[in-house]
């Protein structure tokens, strides 16, 4: 005997309500970054990687605790690109953390 189990109603809308409140579509993607930001005088760099990107920003696990409406400059080690943004979204985990382009551009990625 097969059981369907269908999605509560809520959480599709829930979904739909967040797609609609996002600027840009998002695409899962892994891309490797530096994260560079000024603190105490100095440059402090950091590894991070992405879990997904948009035209706008992206969603990344960083190796440093970034605070909230902290400006940093996102830099593609592959294509040597950066990027100014701002972290926007920060979780309960200190890893996880979102980024605003300043002037965003898609082509930032280097995807196809």
Partial sequence: MAINIAPHPLN??????????????????R???LVEWEQGGGKERANAVTVDVSH????AVVGADLPLRKRVRLIHPETGRKA???????????WDAGFELVKPDATFWGLK
């Fill in 12 to 29: 599709s809308t829930v979904q739909e309500r967040w797609e609609r409140l996002r600027s840009h579509k998002r695409i899962i993607s």
């Fill in 84 to 94: 100014e943004a701002e972290v926007v979204w920060r979780s309960h985990e200190a």
């Fill in 31 to 33: 891309v490797k970054l």
């Fill in 56 to 59: 706008s920003g992206c969603m």
